[in-house]
């Protein structure tokens, strides 16, 4: 699947996302700014912008981790981001609402065109 961005007919913007592998980055981007060692139930919330992404690890068994994911999930859909969840098949799903149980949600900015 070729998902460069001139391929006219080619995967949209979710199905580049949901074929993505979890924990692969392409060479030099990507910021890791928390993660919580040795927790078996980690979530991860992928924030895409300009530079790349920025990835959120949080214990989703941690009252005070999950606190502040909802707190960052409320902050990026109120700033204009588009949330999406993979669903058990590895599709992305748009959500509207925080979900501590997903394992995965994704943010990417609105589109603006000119």
């Known amino acids: 699947m070729d998902a460069s961005p001139g391929n006219a007919g080619g995967p949209s913007f979710l199905e580049c996302l949901a074929t993505q592998s979890h924990d692969r980055l392409p060479q030099g981007q990507g910021r890791v700014l928390t993660k919580d060692h040795g927790a078996k139930a980690m979530a991860t919330q992928i924030v895409m912008d300009h530079t790349g992404d920025t990835r959120h690890y949080f214990n989703s068994h941690d009252r005070e981790a999950v606190a502040k994911a909802e707190e960052r999930f409320r902050k990026l859909t109120g700033a204009g981001f ?19 149980t997903a394992e995965e949600t994704l943010f990417f900015p609105r589109l603006v065109g000119g």
């Open 82 to 100: 588009t949330a999406a969840v993979r669903t058990a098949t590895g599709d992305a799903a748009i959500t509207r609402s925080f979900d501590p």
